[in-house]
């Protein structure tokens, strides 16, 4: 099936489910199911017809130069026109089969983003709270809702663990590509000899998931219950209200203490742990449809070393794309876009290399 016959059963489709949500007897669940479908095709018939009309402006334009009785000054015009012209509809048709792509159904999602300090000891630590700062101005300027499950901290600025729930429209499209070993390197103030360390810190971004979207059994669970310590093993508080799950069959464990109350950390606690058992089936299906695929960019690998920070020189490199900016303070102040995009870009054309 080439491209038009492709965007003409996508116009058709549209154009079926915009008559189906008039019917009087469209109601309810039905209603919520076809108008949800109807938003994912609009933003493609709207791209759909401005293609067309773009098309329809070239051949005019082409008539005009192909008549031979035709105004010398209008043909120039129609030259420039049509160059231009053409350069657009190719921008067009690549931003079409950029639609055209099987979406990721994860993307819509909010996301549960992990950062846990790595080698390097107390730097690692300081790293992993600038990381921590870094999304969360980068959550702020999106619009997006920053709530902490789970902060583990070092008592003198530095985060050996944080869990943090991200709320907002596209937030896992966006912060998916950001899973992986952030390494930075830079002289910690302890540095009496100005010598430069090189420390990382491992980021995991999951999408949240719902409860159709995996099924936890009661029987694969163990769940134990302890009194929160904080930094320095001094006691939160005086009841056993931290809690620990470990789902058995995956051996995946999950904590939360950061709750007075053990039920909201166990809720917590089942939050992240369906994330998890919801990625490892994500990455189970993708090695299953593309076991010859190079690794996807963000896919949560955090064995790879993905990006480098180095303060002596101002620059942030990210290794999957080969990009070095240099505005390293800007983008530990959370201006990740350029980042980002270029990964989402990178990411785009190497899908639409394997689709031809």
Known sequence: MDIDDKLERVVRRHAELRDAMSRPDMAGDDFAKVSKEYASLTEMVEAVETFRCAKKELADLQS??????????????AEDESRSLKTRLAELEHGIKVLLLPKDEADAKNA??????????????????NLYRMYQRYAEERGWKFEPISLSDTGIGGL?????NINGRDVFARLKFESGVHRVQRVPETE??????????TVAVLPEVEEVDVQIEDKDLRIDVY?????????VNKTESAVRI????????????????????R???MKVLAAKLYQVQREQLDSERSASRKSQVGSGDRSERIRTYNFPQGRVTDHRINLTLYKLDRVIDGDLDELINALVADDQATRLAEAV
Request: hydrophobic share 40%; net charge negative.
């Open 112 to 129: 549960i983003l992990e950062i846990r300090a790595g080698t390097g000891g107390e730097e690692a630590a300081l790293f992993g709270a």
């Open 192 to 201: 009496n000899q100005g010598r430069v360390h090189t420390s990382a810190a």
């Open 227 to 235: 009194r929160a310590q904080g930094a320095g093993g001094q006691h």
């Open 267 to 269: 809720a917590a606690a």
């Open 160 to 164: 050996k663990e944080a869990i943090v």
């Open 246 to 265: 470990t789902h058995l069959p995956t051996n995946i464990v999950v904590t939360c203490q950061d709750n007075k109350s053990q039920h909201k950390n």
């Open 64 to 77: 005009i130069l192909a008549d031979a009785d035709g105004d010398a000054e209008m043909k120039a015009m």
